[in-house]
């Protein structure tokens, strides 16, 4: 098949796990002979580009990046203008390949994908990876696994908005810029529901993430929804050489590790691990607790570091060095990019019971669930794995065993292509 994946980011520009699974994936499938092309706006880089297999062609955009883990300002994406001009240049990618599927990769690529596939009569596919097209920020899934009922610009405008600038911006000049701004990527999302319904396939990365979206309404007239796992890290494991360079440098000997890696926000739940820390420290001295992302967080505890953002490399190496791999989240992850990190590197994982991540953290096989919001389960369960060398030792390599039986990339190709087949009717 000629394949158009179409996405805001393509390594090396790369703000989140989204775009390394989408390099492994694209990989993927040029290695079973097909002909892959990923879409994407230069943010600073060559116009063309091949790298194992897939060709790379990026289209004129104003806004540069720096590479790395920086995203672009969510106005530059979230708006007509682009929509267009990004539906403009998928149009003639694909019609040059002669695409047999376009297959938008986020949010931000739907519309444009739709779009270009209509003109062309060609089958389109989204993955979904999160809730935003729920909301951009939806609070909502703070606390429950769907979109309200009653969800409305009334109920958004007293309720959500409050809540979100309570939660995220906090300084009371900025209230009602940011109550409009919370509005307005509400009502983006509405018309991103809109396109939702009208593609030929959604492809969740987990089944929690499509429940959400079934519970919402949201998929209702979908002729295909499937889930299929992200493919699993591709690149080759750190040596030994490289986890001890950078434990010594990081001055980490002689201590336990438990490690954190995502943005420090409300909706990730560092807030309710920085609280487990506490008293977890009072029960293991040497315990540290290790802190890897952007955002605001208190480090001033002896048992709390912050290393702020790192490269992907330096990140996957701090995994063996980890005891305990902990993801807090409070609203829902599709499909963690940080679990499936830590079990590939056989790390025992502490997380909540939330959106796709029960499918990845099977308790006490692979790593240990606890409810969202609760920092004192989320405690028993990091002094339980540090307590027992041996349940931590056989749940980490269960950790592993599962990523390698259960999320192989040759599967979740396999399935993709069967759900691409069944939209061109071979």
């Not at 063309?48 to 062609?57: D, H, L, N, P, T």
């Not at 509405?190 to 009208?198: E, G, H, I, S, T």
């Not at 977890?280 to 040497?286: E, G, I, L, S, T």
């Not at 790593?367 to 540090?386: M, Y």
């Amino acid at each position: 098949m000629n394949i158009c994946l179409v996405n805001e980011y393509f390594p090396p520009f790369a703000p989140g796990g989204a775009e390394w699974s989408l390099e492994a994936l694209a990989r993927g499938l040029a290695v079973r002979g097909h002909r892959v092309t990923v879409v994407t706006p230069n943010w600073g880089a060559a116009q063309r580009a091949e790298s194992g297999g897939v060709r790379i062609v990026r289209f004129p955009f104003p806004k540069k990046l720096q590479p790395g883990r920086q995203p672009a300002p969510p106005r530059w994406l979230a708006n007509p203008l682009f929509y267009a001009w990004a539906a403009l240049a998928v149009l003639r990618v694909a019609r040059r390949e002669r695409a047999d599927v376009i297959h938008a990769q986020n949010k931000h690529s739907l519309i444009p994908a739709t779009l270009a596939g209509w003109l062309l009569g060609v089958p389109v596919f989204l993955t979904i990876r999160d809730g935003s097209i729920i909301n951009a920020a939806p609070v909502c899934l703070h606390h429950d696994d769907r979109m309200p009922p009653d969800c409305s610009v009334r109920k958004l405008w007293r309720e959500c908005s409050e809540e979100y600038f309570t939660l995220y911006v906090k300084n009371p000049r900025r209230k009602l810029r940011s109550k409009l701004a919370f509005l307005y990527f509400w009502l983006d999302a509405r018309v991103k529901q809109r396109f939702l319904r009208r593609v030929d396939g959604v492809i969740g990365v987990s089944q929690g993430i499509l429940d959400i979206y079934r519970r919402s309404g949201l998929l209702e007239g979908v002729r295909r929804v499937q889930a299929i796992y992200n493919v699993p890290p591709a690149a080759a494991p750190p040596s030994p050489g490289e986890v001890e360079a950078l434990r010594d440098r990081l001055g980490l000997g002689g201590r336990r590790i438990v490690l954190y890696v995502g943005k420090f926000s409300p909706g990730k739940g560092t807030a309710d691990l920085t609280a487990a820390a506490g008293e977890v420290a009072r029960a293991f001295p040497d315990v540290l607790f290790v802190f890897v992302g952007e955002g605001e967080l208190d480090a001033s505890d002896p048992h709390v570091r912050r290393l702020g953002p790192l490269p992907n490399r330096d990140v996957l190496a701090l995994y063996p060095v980890a005891d305990v791999v902990v993801v807090p989240s409070v609203i829902p992850d599709a499909l963690s990019r940080v679990i499936l990190e830590a079990m590939a590197a056989g790390r025992p994982v502490v997380a909540t019971r939330v959106g796709g991540t029960p499918e990845l953290v099977i308790d006490r096989q692979t790593g240990i669930l606890v409810e969202r919001r609760a920092p004192a389960e989320l405690a028993r369960a990091i002094a339980t794995l540090l307590a027992d060398d041996g349940l931590r030792a056989s749940v980490g390599a269960g950790a592993r065993r599962h990523v390698t039986e259960r999320l192989s990339a040759d599967t979740s190709v396999e399935r993709l292509l069967t759900a691409y087949a069944s939209a061109l009717g071979r």
